[in-house]
């Protein structure tokens, strides 16, 4: 094909639209992004072209005021974006100025628990997309595996082994079930996988922990379904590994329901009042907004209250503070009458750093792709067994809107065709994981050139992505997923022949 044939091209200067309440396009409906974030986003343009050169210095500050020809004041503000995402970082002293950092994927999987939890998901949705992201990160890791990560692996569950004798469950847990996922090979299912751990476990912590007998139990019940599972990875049965993670999950989701339906225990600190760090002190904040039903706009009290309720000290707080602020979870307010103020956390700054770690990993079209059809497949068929009257409409709206092969908005509008399925899969949580891969995706796409000067040939590749669009939306309204499943796999296939 080689003409551009979805998405819109757009680059990193101007945001993003997925159409979607809640997910990107926030930025957008704000009006225009600051200076600030415009410089941050040049510069992190130039990262990511430049390899990310983890330790370079990019410039120092005078250099970079120069450049950019903006006030101190706001290159300050977009290197503090840039610390933010843990980008880069400004280095006092000789030798000093903007520093190439490396990213860290907790960082992006925290945004996204924090993201989801405000949305309210519950634990049958974090279940239905660890069933999707987890069974087939096992699936790629008994295709894939090699020995060093296999030798990993094994001392991992060795240091687990250790561990369940102390009974502690959450840290040992969820590093085996990332271990596992980082040696699928595939980044963006990596990365996600992550979030979702990360998002059950302050789930199970929500419904307070298992104690005594029981929890021993658990703990080496699961210790043993780990063992299954990483033996039958290093295997190479890939079937083994996904029937034994299955179970693996189910048995630690009805655990969870069990304890939500019974009498409910004292939820679990994180860490005793007295020494918690900022990041603990900033997890049991959360749990305590999440308790509230994420109340936005609810005033959580002063500073003076909270250092009070939480026996923290000042710096801790302060700490806690800067890291839900950056998640954009809490505000802190200052003067008469203000306080630490519930905010809504919003999609378009997850997808940001969730998008930038995926460039940061150079994630290839190919494992783009990889993870689009295992993502769109799950939620082509969880919206055609869901599809509403609401939800004809909304897919009919999305047709529409690609109806005008010369419009210059068919790009973004072929972009949300797919988002909007998955949000008819009524799953907020793959719909956030399906968007943030379109936005890749459309990143990838050359411009679209002007209508009028379209060629015949562009007119026809827009005509094949809409005739595609038409016909998978045939096969959902119809309720016949698996005809549905085999065009969407088809349309995404010819989409990464034209890109690669
Ligand atoms: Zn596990
Ligand atoms: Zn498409």
């Known amino acids: 094909m080689g003409t551009p044939t979805e ?48 330790g370079r210095v990019i410039g120092t500050e005078p250099e970079l005021l120069d450049r950019f020809e903006v006030g101190r004041g706001v290159l300050r503000e977009a290197v503090r974006l840039l610390e ?18 490396e990213p860290d994927v907790r960082t ?55 561990a369940d004798e102390h009974q502690i469950v959450g840290g040992s847990h969820r590093q085996v079930h990332a271990a596992i996922a980082e040696a699928g090979g595939n980044p963006a299912i990596a990365v996600f996988a992550q979030a979702l751990s990360l998002l059950a476990d302050d789930q ?53 329901i069990h304890r939500q339906d ?22 049991r904040i959360r749990a305590d907004v999440m308790a509230l039903g994420w109340p936005v706009g609810q005033n959580l009290g002063s500073e003076t209250a909270l250092l009070e309720r939480y026996g923290a000290s000042r710096s801790a707080l302060r700490e806690a503070v800067r890291i839900l602020e950056h998640h954009a979870a809490v505000e ?44 769109e497949a799950a939620t082509l068929r969880l919206a055609t067994e869901r599809l509403d009257d609401e939800g004809r409409a909304l897919l009919a709206e999305a047709l529409e809107r ?38 890749i995706t ?8 002007p209508s009028d000067r379209q060629t015949a040939s562009a007119r026809s590749a827009r005509q094949q992505v809409d005739h595609a669009h038409r016909r998978i939306a045939e096969a959902v309204f119809e309720g016949d997923s698996s005809l549905a499943l085999r065009r969407m796999r088809l349309h995404l296939r010819a989409l990464e022949c034209s890109i690669a």
């Open 262 to 283: 019974g009498p409910r225990a004292e939820p679990v600190e994180a860490t005793a009042a007295s020494g918690q760090t900022g990041r603990t002190l900033a997890r």
């Open 108 to 162: 992006v999987a925290e945004a996204a628990s924090i993201y989801l939890e405000s949305l309210g998901v519950s634990a049958d949705d974090v279940f239905e997309a660890r069933l999707v992201l987890d069974l087939f990160a096992v699936a790629l890791a008994a295709d894939r595996i090699d020995e060093a990560h296999a030798a990993r692996l094994r001392e991992l569950l060795e240091e687990e082994r250790r």
């Open 442 to 449: 459309a990143e990838r796409v050359p411009g679209a050139p």
């Open 402 to 439: 690609t109806r005008d092969l010369r419009s210059p908005q068919f790009g973004p509008a072929t972009h949300d065709f797919h988002v909007a399925i998955a949000r008819l899969s009524g799953n907020q949580t793959l719909q956030l994981f399906v968007a943030i891969l379109a936005e």
């Open 7 to 54: 998405g819109p091209g757009r680059d990193l200067d101007t945001a993003a639209s997925s159409g979607v309440p809640g997910v990107p396009g926030d930025t957008l409906r704000r009006g225009r992004p600051k200076r600030a974030s415009l410089v941050a986003r040049r510069l992190e343009r130039e990262i990511i072209e430049e390899g990310w050169p983890i």
């Open 332 to 375: 802190m307010r200052r003067g008469p009458g203000g306080g630490l103020v519930v905010r809504a956390p919003d999609g378009e700054a997850v997808t940001r750093a969730a998008v930038l770690h995926l460039h940061y990993r150079t994630i290839t079209t190919a494992a783009l792709f990889e993870a689009r059809d295992a993502l």
């Open 204 to 256: 199970d912590r929500r419904y307070g922990r298992l104690t005594g007998p029981a929890s021993r139990q658990a703990a080496a019940g699961a210790h043993r379904a780990h063992e299954a599972i990483v033996e039958a990875i290093i295997s190479g049965d890939a079937l083994l590994a996904s029937r034994r993670m299955r179970k693996h999950l189910t048995a630690l989701h009805q655990e969870l």
């Open 84 to 101: 933010d995402h843990q980008v880069a970082r400004m280095r006092r002293g000789r030798g000093g100025g903007l520093v190439v950092l």
